[in-house]
């Protein structure tokens, strides 16, 4: 899982060019939106497209569910890893 993670680190900073974080800098607990690492919702349709286009993943709407598989690299690492199944 820790492997997943890293990549999806480096998908988030690719993907949002964030310029002043590395991959390696991101807790996998850390809250991706708000007050954590301060993604906003324009970020959070990117990041939908980039799983898309990386791992084929479909995000139709925007539920409760989906903000919480969102919150956090390993909430959505599990996520990654159920829709690969």
Do not use: C, N
């Amino acid at each position: 899982m820790r492997e997943l993670e890293l990549e999806l680190k480096k998908l988030i900073v690719t993907t949002l060019a964030l310029e002043d974080i590395r991959p390696e800098e991101i807790d996998s607990e850390e809250l991706l939106f708000g007050e954590g690492l301060g993604l906003d919702s324009i970020d959070a349709l990117e990041l939908g497209v980039a799983l898309r286009q990386t791992y084929g993943i479909r995000i139709e709407s925007v539920t409760a569910e989906v903000r919480e598989h969102f919150a956090t690299v390993a909430s959505l690492a599990r996520f990654v890893a159920a829709s690969r199944e």
